[in-house]
């Protein structure tokens, strides 16, 4: 496998920060959202972050078992 030059890894960077520009953004209102729109306790909102953050370290290395074993690149 060919190494990628400076230029290479520098696009591939700048095309994934508007994404994560993006998704960054949505994260940062969300817990505000739960607690003064939606009307939850800042305890709540709290624990489901964190446990959905939880949920997803585990459900992350196995999706990508999953996907690494599919026919479908």
Do not use: C, H
Not at 23 to 29: D, E, K, L, N, R
Not at 43 to 60: E, N, Q
């Amino acid at each position: 496998m060919a190494k990628l030059s400076i230029t290479e890894k520098l696009g591939y960077g700048v095309g994934d920060m508007g994404f994560n520009l993006y998704w960054t953004t949505i994260a940062s209102f969300l817990a505000a959202f739960y607690t003064d729109i939606f009307g939850l306790s800042a305890a709540a909102a709290g624990t489901m972050l964190f446990v959905t953050k939880i949920i997803d370290a585990f459900t992350d290395p196995a999706m990508g078992a999953i996907a690494d074993r599919t026919q479908s690149r």
